[in-house]
C-alpha cells in the first residue's frame, strides 16, 4: 500500500462526551431489515492500492470515519439553533444541499431554529446589514427546481473572523454549516479556531463546493455531473457550427482554474472533441510541434475541429501581474477570447480560410439546476453533515471517499489542490477519444503521436 505523508492526520475533533441518545430509532445489528448506526470505529482506508507482503499497523489518523447516524449525540435537539451559509461562486445543487439540511434537521432532529445567513461570510458582518433568513419546510420545499442559492453568495468577508464569531454568539448559533470552496472552507476552519480559543460549544461542518471538482481526496464534488452535461451540451452546438461549413472551429471555454476535470469529462462524454487544452499538460501554439501545427493537420485531413480549453490554460504565459480577487483567488486572464484572437490571426497569417465560432456557456453551467445524479448526492451530503454536527463532531467537511461518505478534516482537504496526472488512465482515455497528440510542445517532437507516427515538418513552399 502506497505510503500516506506523515504529516497528514485524518484524525475528527470533536466538542466533548456525547451523552444524548438520538432521537433516530435505527438498529445495532445486522440482518433485521432496520437501518444500523454508525460507529466511531468505522473507517476506510483512503488509499486502496496494495502491495503483496505484511501491512504495518494501521493507526486512527490514517483512515477516514464514516459518516452517518450516530446512536449518541451531543446537542439537545430542542436547544439547536443552526446556521447555513454559502459561499463563493455559484454552482448546480447549492439549493439542493440547503434543502438536504434544513429536512434532515427537522424531521430527524426535530430542530425547529434553522437561520439562513445572507450573502455569504458578508451577511454576518455589521457593516452591510443583511437579513438573516429563517429556513423552514415550507421555504425549502421546492428551492431544488432552482439553480442559484435563496440565500445568496459572495466572495470575501471570511478573514473577519472575530466579527464573524461576534455575530455566531449574538444570534446563539450552535452549529453553522459553510457550503463553499477552497476559501470558504479555510474561512470555517479560522472561524473553528477563534469559536474554540473563545471557550465555546459551537460545531463547524462544512459542504464542500467546487464545480472544478479540485478538493484534494474527494472522490466528486458536488454540481460535478452537472457541469458536464451543461457542457456537454455546448459542445454539441460547437460541433454542429464546425462541420457544418469548410474548415469550421468550434472553441469551447469551460471552467477548471487550476484542474481541467471539467474539460476532461466532457471530452469523454460527447466524443465530438478534437484538442483538450488543461492548466496540467503544457502546449505551446507556435512551432513545428504547436497547437496550431496540429490544428492545420487536423482541418486538413478533417475540414473541421472542437477544441475545448479549461479556463487555467496556459496562465503562466498570459498572466502578467499577480492580483487576487475578494476571495483570494488569482484573477485570471480570459484564456477564452486570447485563444480564439491567436488562432484568427494564425490563420489569416497562413492564408488559410477558416469559420471559427467561440462558446463559453460558463454561466449557464454555474446556474443550472442540478441534474437527479447531483440531487441524491446532494441529499446524502446534506443529511451526513447534520449527523456529524449533532454528534458534536467540528472541522470538518462531508466528502465521498471511495465510494463512501466519510469525515475529511478541513485542514487536510485544503491542503493542496487536485489535478489531473497526465499518465493517469484519465487523461490516457482523454487522448483516446480525441485523438489529440500526447505532448504538443516543440520539446516533445520526437514522441510517437496519435495522429500517424513521429512527427515530420512540413516540406518548405517551393
Known amino acids: 500500500m502506497a505510503e500516506q505523508p506523515e504529516a497528514l492526520d485524518f484524525s475528527i475533533e470533536e466538542l466533548g462526551p456525547r451523552n444524548i441518545h438520538s432521537p433516530i430509532t435505527m438498529s445495532k445489528r445486522k440482518g433485521d431489515f432496520i437501518a444500523n448506526y454508525v460507529s466511531d470505529n468505522d473507517f476506510i482506508r483512503y488509499d486502496v492500492n496494495a502491495d503483496l507482503g505484511d501491512q504495518p499497523p494501521i493507526k486512527r489518523e490514517q483512515v477516514l470515519e464514516k459518516a452517518g447516524p450516530r446512536e ?17 461562486g455559484l454552482c448546480p445543487g447549492i439549493n439542493d444541499v440547503i434543502r438536504s439540511i434544513v429536512r434532515c434537521l427537522w424531521y430527524h432532529y426535530r430542530v425547529r431554529r ?21 429556513l423552514t419546510l415550507d421555504n425549502v420545499d421546492s428551492i431544488h427546481k432552482i439553480g442559484g442559492t435563496v440565500l445568496g453568495s459572495s466572495r470575501g468577508g471570511g478573514k473577519e473572523v472575530e466579527k464573524i464569531v461576534d455575530a455566531i454568539e449574538q444570534l446563539n448559533l450552535n452549529i453553522l454549516f459553510t457550503i463553499g470552496g477552497d476559501g470558504t472552507q479555510r474561512g470555517s476552519l479560522d472561524i473553528a479556531g477563534e469559536i474554540e480559543r473563545r471557550h465555546l460549544k459551537i460545531a463547524c461542518v462544512g459542504i464542500p463546493k467546487t464545480v472544478d ?3 484534494s481526496f474527494i472522490q466528486k464534488s458536488f ?3 452537472t457541469a458536464v452535461a451543461r457542457a456537454v451540451e455546448a459542445v454539441a452546438s460547437a460541433h454542429m457550427e464546425a462541420s457544418s461549413q469548410p474548415n469550421g472551429i468550434g472553441l469551447v471555454r469551460l471552467m477548471g482554474r487550476e484542474s481541467g476535470f471539467i474539460a476532461a469529462h466532457t471530452a469523454l462524454a460527447s466524443h465530438e472533441v478534437n484538442f483538450v487544452l488543461i492548466p496540467e499538460v503544457p502546449f505551446d501554439l507556435q512551432g513545428p510541434n504547436g497547437f496550431f501545427e496540429h490544428l492545420e493537420r487536423r482541418l486538413l485531413r478533417r475540414k473541421h475541429a472542437v477544441i475545448v480549453v479549461a479556463e487555467g490554460a496556459m496562465q503562466d504565459k498570459l498572466i502578467k501581474e499577480h492580483k487576487t480577487d475578494a476571495g483570494g483567488n488569482v484573477i485570471m486572464v480570459d484564456v477564452g477570447p486570447f485563444l480564439r484572437s491567436e488562432i484568427e490571426k494564425h490563420f489569416k497569417k497562413t492564408g488559410i480560410e477558416i469559420t471559427l465560432k467561440y462558446f463559453d ?36 467537511v462531508i466528502g465521498l471517499v471511495n465510494n463512501e461518505y466519510v469525515h475529511l478534516p478541513i485542514k487536510a482537504a485544503v491542503s493542496s489542490r487536485k489535478h489531473i496526472d497526465p499518465e493517469s488512465s484519465l487523461w490516457r482515455d482523454v487522448l483516446d477519444a480525441t485523438h489529440q497528440p500526447i505532448l504538443m510542445t516543440n520539446a516533445a517532437a520526437g514522441i510517437n503521436f496519435r495522429d500517424g507516427g513521429s512527427y515530420k515538418p512540413k516540406a518548405p513552399p517551393h
Do not use: W
Not at 439562513?116 to 443583511?130: A, D, M, N, T, W
Open 223 to 225: 454540481g460535478f455531473d
Open 213 to 215: 471538482n479540485d478538493f
Open 361 to 396: 456557456p460558463s454561466y449557464q453551467v454555474r446556474s443550472a439546476v442540478a441534474v437527479p445524479v447531483d440531487s441524491i448526492y446532494c441529499d446524502r451530503l446534506g443529511n451526513a453533515a447534520v449527523h456529524a454536527a449533532m454528534s458534536g463532531k467540528t472541522k470538518l
Open 114 to 134: 434553522i437561520t439562513g445567513i445572507k450573502y455569504g461570510y458578508r451577511g454576518f458582518l455589521p457593516e452591510y446589514s443583511f437579513p438573516t433568513m429563517e
Open 72 to 88: 449518541m449525540i451531543y446537542f439537545m435537539p430542542e436547544h439547536v439553533h443552526a446556521g447555513i451559509v454559502t459561499c463563493g
